[in-house]
């Protein structure tokens, strides 16, 4: 069962990437409660989510963070690809 986090997120994710069935999320607790999210894409759509100068990565982790803020919460967004 995904988390209202990682739904978001997959939703943002989705209409970016050309294969949006290879996106995956996964998230754990950090020590200082704060949820962080791993987002994993295919190795060909890391650059289309990242954006020029990482500006498409920090509008989703805004998103994310104001969405987090709503709940009292605090979130950390790394992405990475599948090699």
Known sequence: MKTEFEQLILALVSP???????VSISSFVDVDETIVLQVL??????GRVIGKN???A??????????????????????DSYE
């Open 58 to 79: 920090n509008s989703i982790r805004t998103i994310a963070h104001a969405s987090a803020s709503r709940a009292s919460k605090k979130i950390k967004i790394e992405f």
């Open 16 to 22: 970016i990437v050309t294969n949006p069935d290879d």
């Open 54 to 56: 990482g500006r498409i």
């Open 41 to 46: 894409v295919n190795k060909e759509d890391l």
